[in-house]
């Protein structure tokens, strides 16, 4: 909305997002700005497939907000909390793709490990997921709360008040490889910084140090001019913004 204040009327403003629902809400509060806005559903990753030629002459800036939404959170049908009982889902278009239920239950474990190690950064990722793979032996493993006991189980929870919850590591883990976050972000930063007009800003806003290492070694490696903004919200965040020169 900030943005469209600022652009509109005469310039134009692009939105691009993989869920349905976001741009049927984006297109509504957004309607009274007219053509200056359009609202695209598809992923970054694609981004020169959904721009296509019509906007060939660039952009003056480009934000890529990496996070997801307290709608899409508290959307009991969607699987992202474990503070609910709903079905192990995670897509952020649910139309594509295989959904955590399906890695859950079917990922070899030495796959699930991985997964947990390196999206999750995980410390007691071996033993969850011998635990999810004992478990799914017995029956299929198929709502938020279940998966959520599993590892609650099995990993020793922090004395601190401010402990997170054992479940949260892994949770944010499973959406990052059922979405291809990360791998998403890596084809989107080189066809965003192409998109730019000389002189042009592109801006990430990212939420965990896997996304935020992934943008700053971009604009180091090819922005002439990059440089990091530090931003700390109820979790940790960082924004990345370079000028194209």
């Known amino acids: 909305m900030a943005i469209a204040n600022i652009v509109c009327p005469g310039g134009t403003v692009v939105g691009i997002d993989r869920d349905p629902n976001a741009i049927e809400i984006a297109k509504k509060s957004l309607s009274r700005f007219g053509d200056c806005i359009t609202c695209l559903h598809g992923n970054f990753a ?3 497939r959904l721009l296509g030629r019509q906007y060939a002459e660039g952009f003056d800036g480009i934000l890529m907000d990496l996070g997801f939404s307290s709608m899409q959170i508290d959307d009991a049908n969607r699987g992202f909390s474990f503070l609910r009982e709903s079905a192990l889902d995670m ?12 890695l859950v239950n079917e990922f070899s474990e030495e796959e699930l490990g ?8 995980e410390r007691w ?3 969850i997921a011998r635990a999810i793979t004992e478990k799914r032996k017995q029956h299929k493993i198929m709502t938020t709360t279940e998966l959520a006991a599993i590892v609650e189980k099995v990993v020793p929870y922090g004395k601190s008040r401010r ?13 990052i490889a059922v979405n291809n976050e990360l791998s998403n972000l890596e084809i989107a930063l080189p066809v965003a910084f192409e998109r730019l007009k000389k002189g042009g800003r592109l801006i990430v806003i990212s939420y965990h140090s896997l996304e935020d290492r992934i943008a ?6 090819n922005a002439k001019a990059a440089y990091v903004l530090q931003i700390f919200h109820f979790v940790y965040a960082a924004g990345s913004r370079c000028l194209k020169s």
């Open 46 to 48: 694609e981004l020169d």
């Open 163 to 175: 402990a997170i919850h054992p479940a949260t590591r892994i949770f944010q883990a499973l959406r």
């Open 114 to 121: 991985r997964i947990f190690r390196e999206y999750g950064e």
């Open 125 to 127: 990722w071996k033993r």
């Open 91 to 102: 897509r952020m278009d649910r139309s594509s793709g295989a959904s955590a239920e399906i």
């Open 216 to 221: 700053k070694k971009f604009f180091v490696k």
